[in-house]
């Protein structure tokens, strides 16, 4: 029978020198990997067994085994030319706490449990709502993404109505009125989970049209809200976002939070993105009016550089969340009494029990960084996505969609000498997009994602990573227009018409 017990010390410190090494290795050399696999699908799943394995095998093995396996796989997200989706970031200060905590591996689910992962979940809240410009009586708690905390937020939004559904629940029950939540058409799909999960309907999420800039219509929304109360639904929560997910439009908060208090509906802010801006003097205006918010997301793991995933539900009177979701079991009782009185036990304040120690790799980066360095960082972001939209303004074969107000730049390719003005010329160039997005992800130098605006598919580059310089920018800009120059070859002789 094999020795039981953990791996022999010996062997675990030589092994996880080599780790070390391999992660020092790894991002010293990451900018010369490809950034996405040329893979089929269950290229990986049909490399690997089927079954378990019945006996242990060695660790150098695996170790082996997941450079030769895994690692063909993997999309290397902290690639400094990746710019899809929001340019997560990952860094060394990151790394060493990410690593330390699992090394700790504490459940960060009550003081009791372990004293220092609540307290300095607790500071780096209170530090991160400093930063945001929140209101002292804001609180926090940390979720893993800013989907989990809409659903908290909008659970929390409908028992402040006092319809008891924590207690008798929606099903079966008459007098339960139709709740509907308002947010723009540019707003994050997780708010219609959200409303699946809490048995809202995903038909009662109302999508309010956005204007020009993709910031929600205060007109449209007031006009939403009445539609509803003449129908007999009954208006429970509007969210407004700052930084969206496609163009990082700002919705105007001020004015919609004017209506909240006319209408008494909750205002949740989605300052996931967006909220970093606050970071930035110049950049505070993103936030105006937020103050006058029930709740407010915003998630470091996005532009705060720390690494996936750590997001934060601020809560003006915390306690109504805690009414939702406090529930105290008897094997708990004697931990949730022994936290003093303005320490909280984070199981209370959402559906989770054990709970990762993810405030110890925020409390690395904030403290590594300083927030004048993480405000340096922001605010290159900003500059290398202005400097891509100079450049695509001075190229006509390209045209911007979208107002650049942060790290993302929407734009799309047009070669204006093919456009005819028939009336179908916007699908052709959606056409023409999808494959010059497929041509520039396929060379593995670049990686970038798409969006619609407005119908239009829209190409993104998101700025976002600290690794990423103006080297880079230039250097996935010329692969795009070389990449669209083989495209229009392509094209057929009679063009986009």
């Known amino acids: 029978m094999p020795e039981l017990g953990d791996l022999p010390e010996a062997d675990f410190r030589r092994l996880l020198h080599e780790v070390a090494d391999w992660i020092a290795d790894y991002r010293a050399g990451i900018e010369r990997r490809r950034i996405s696999p040329a893979l089929e699908p269950n290229a990986i799943r049909d490399s690997l067994p089927t079954a378990p394995p019945e006996s242990a095998v060695p660790l150098d093995e695996i170790l082996r085994d997941f450079d030769r396996l895994i690692m063909p796989g993997i999309v290397h997200w902290g690639h400094p030319a990746f710019l899809g989706y929001f340019a997560t970031t990952t860094n060394a200060p990151g790394i060493i706490g990410e690593m330390l905590a699992a090394a700790l591996n504490v459940s960060a689910m009550t003081w009791q449990t372990s004293p220092a992962a609540t307290e300095l979940e607790f500071v780096i809240l209170d530090w991160m709502r400093q930063m945001l410009g929140l209101p002292a009586d804001f609180r926090g708690v940390v979720y893993d993404t800013a989907s989990v905390a809409v659903l908290h937020a909008l659970a929390a939004a409908r028992e402040d109505l006092g319809f008891g559904v924590r207690q008798d629940g929606l099903a079966g029950r008459a007098g339960v009125p139709q709740f509907t939540v308002y947010a723009s058409d540019q707003a994050h799909s997780s708010i219609e989970k959200a409303a699946i999960t809490l048995g809202l309907g995903e038909a009662n999420v109302r999508r309010v049209p956005s204007d020009d800039e993709y910031r929600m219509d205060v007109r449209a929304l007031q006009h939403a809200i009445a539609e509803d109360r003449r129908a007999l639904r009954h208006p429970l929560a509007v969210v407004a976002t700052v930084g969206t997910t496609s163009a990082t439009s700002v919705d105007p908060v001020d004015s919609i939070a004017d209506i909240c208090r006319e209408q008494k509906l909750w205002l949740h802010i989605d300052a996931a993105y967006g909220g970093a801006m606050a970071l930035l003097e110049e950049g505070r205006y993103v936030m105006h009016g937020v103050e006058r918010a029930d709740s407010v997301v915003f998630n470091p793991h996005k532009w705060l550089f720390v690494p996936l995933d750590f997001s934060a539900l601020y809560v003006r009177r915390p306690e109504k969340l805690r009414r939702v979701f406090s529930l105290v079991p008897e094997y708990l009782r004697g931990d949730a009494e022994r936290a003093g009185e303005d320490i909280p036990n984070y199981m209370d304040y959402g559906i989770q029990l054990g709970r990762r120690f993810r405030a110890l790799k925020a409390w690395f980066v904030i403290r590594s960084f300083g927030r004048e360095g993480m405000a340096a960082r922001i605010r290159e972001t ?116």
């Open 382 to 497: 900003c500059r290398l996505a202005r400097l891509v939209a100079t450049w695509i303004e001075a190229d006509a074969r390209f045209e911007l969609l979208a107002p650049v107000v942060m790290g993302v730049v929407c734009f799309r390719a047009r070669t204006p000498g093919h456009d005819r003005g028939d009336g179908i010329s916007d699908l052709r160039f959606d056409e023409l997009n999808e494959r010059l997005l497929a041509r520039v992800n396929a060379t593995g130098a670049a990686y970038l994602t798409h969006t619609r605006l407005r119908g239009r598919l829209a190409l993104r580059i998101a700025v976002g990573n600290v690794l990423t310089t103006e080297r880079h920018i230039a250097g996935v800009w010329e692969l795009v227009r070389d990449q669209l120059s083989t495209v229009s070859a392509d094209e057929p002789r009679d063009g986009l018409a």
